[in-house]
């Protein structure tokens, strides 16, 4: 009698239902498996994607924070450039206004080669005081010890009212004659406009003659004499006459009413 190797109907099924309940408990397992995974994953990524999620909000403020920064950065550099540029006008309209009134004083200044034939009255006109400014080599500025000369002659003017002021201006033997009496007119252009800008005196009491390097005060073989010589000689004259007019009308009594 043969036997069936894998037995009879009813181990056959037997084995069928185990290898049936094992395959099932595998795919449980199977199943069980991943979705602890998934989940693990997604436990562990979760954060993360918070954190990229975070980080590019912060970036993005970050960035908006910036083109700010730097829009009103830009806005502030215009602003400054247009306050800038404004107060350059400014400055140039006061310095055309300045420029403009110097040569408005200067175009009333009374030059001349003499005062001989130009002052009406001359001989009634006396020294009341002089001083004389010195100049350095081709220059025309005034120093501050010339401005201290002219403080002290110009106190000598405030009870006066009938004057001019004659300013003589000269220079060295050095270049050529038309470029020293430019240079001489300079200067006592100088001694002009300080007197002018500081005591208020109007420039038509102001007679300019610039005799270059003519009518020289001292040698010029030597530096000593040609700086003697680089000078403007400040005359103020006064009419008696006039003055002594005042005097007495300011002296008379009273009329008795």
Request: charged share 20%.
């Given at each position: 009698m043969r036997v069936n190797k894998w037995g009879s109907d009813a181990q056959k099924s037997k084995v069928a239902r185990n290898v049936g309940v094992a395959a099932s408990a595998a795919l449980v397992i199977l199943l069980s498996t991943g979705c602890s995974s998934k989940?693990?994953?997604?436990?562990?990524?979760?954060?993360?994607?918070?954190?990229?999620?975070?980080?590019?909000?912060?970036?993005?403020?970050?960035?908006?924070a910036i083109v700010d920064t730097d829009q009103r950065a830009q806005q502030g550099i215009a602003t400054a450039k247009t306050n800038a540029a404004a107060a350059d006008q400014h400055a140039g309209a006061a310095q055309t206004a300045a420029d403009s009134a110097n040569s408005n004083a200067q175009q009333a200044y009374n030059r001349?080669?003499?005062?001989?034939?130009?002052?009406?009255?001359?001989?009634?006109?006396?020294?009341?005081?002089?001083?004389?400014?010195?100049?350095?080599?081709?220059?025309?500025?005034?120093?501050?010890?010339?401005?201290?000369?002219?403080?002290?002659?110009?106190?000598?003017?405030q009870s006066s009212r009938?004057?001019?002021v004659q300013l003589t201006g000269g220079?060295?033997?050095?270049?050529?004659?038309?470029?020293?009496?430019?240079?001489?007119?300079?200067?006592?252009?100088?001694?002009a406009n300080y007197l002018q800008a500081k005591y208020g005196i109007a420039p038509h009491k102001f007679y300019l003659v610039g005799i270059g390097k003519d009518s020289?005060?001292?040698?010029?073989?030597?530096?000593?004499?040609?700086?003697?010589?680089?000078?403007?000689?400040?005359?103020?004259?006064?009419?008696?006459?006039?003055?002594?007019?005042?005097?007495?009308?300011?002296?008379?009594?009273?009329?008795?009413?």
């Open positions: 989940n693990y994953v997604r436990s562990q990524a979760g954060p993360l994607i918070n954190q990229t999620n975070d980080l590019d909000a912060k970036t993005a403020a970050d960035h908006r001349v080669d003499s005062l001989a034939g130009t002052v009406a009255g001359l001989d009634q006109y006396k020294q009341v005081s002089d001083t004389s400014v010195t100049f350095k080599f081709d220059k025309a500025t005034l120093t501050a010890s010339d401005k201290r000369q002219l403080d002290t002659l110009a106190s000598s003017l009938h004057y001019i220079t060295d033997s050095v270049g050529s004659a038309q470029y020293n009496y430019e240079l001489s007119q300079k200067r006592a252009d100088a001694v020289a005060v001292a040698s010029n073989r030597t530096a000593a004499g040609r700086s003697k010589n680089r000078r403007v000689d400040v005359q103020v004259l006064s009419n008696m006459q006039d003055e002594n007019t005042t005097a007495a009308a300011n002296t008379a009594p009273a009329n008795p009413s």
